[in-house]
């Protein structure tokens, strides 16, 4: 009687980050459109502020330091995304469950 108590209780507290691990799994294609969709606005939005920003400095005018900080960090948002998912996408692709197990083969016994 306790044990399956403890056992309900335990799956009670398990299934849901399970279920979630399973969803990111069955959306993945769908998560990484989306990221790339997203990446492609960031992009279109620092070209758009580079060359208002570039222009006012054609102008001489002074430029305020957050606009420079700002296109330095979405420009390493950009390069992180590329390295983290866009580049490591098709090596995923290519392995078991998109890269979800292991390689054994990294393991030494």
């Keep these: 009687m306790v044990e399956s108590i403890v056992t309900v209780e335990v799956v009670k507290c ?3 980050p399970t279920q979630r691990q399973f969803d990111y799994l069955r959306n993945y294609n769908e ?13 279109v939005e620092i070209r758009s502020i580079e060359r208002r920003f570039f222009g006012a400095e054609k102008k001489g ?3 305020e330091e957050k606009v420079e900080k700002w296109l330095v960090s979405a420009n390493n948002i950009i390069d992180e ?3 983290k998912f866009m580049e ?5 692709n290519k392995r ?14």
């Excluded at 998560?31 to 992009?43: D, P, W």
């Excluded at 490591?88 to 995923?92: H, L």
């Excluded at 078991?96 to 016994?109: Q, S």
């Design 14 to 16: 398990l299934a849901p």
């Design 31 to 43: 998560n990484i459109q989306k990221l790339e969709a997203e990446t492609e606005s960031l992009k």
């Design 61 to 63: 005018e002074k430029s």
């Design 81 to 83: 995304v590329n390295a």
């Design 88 to 92: 490591d996408e098709e090596t995923a």
């Design 96 to 109: 078991c469950l998109k890269g979800l197990c292991p390689n054994l083969k990294n393991y030494e016994a």
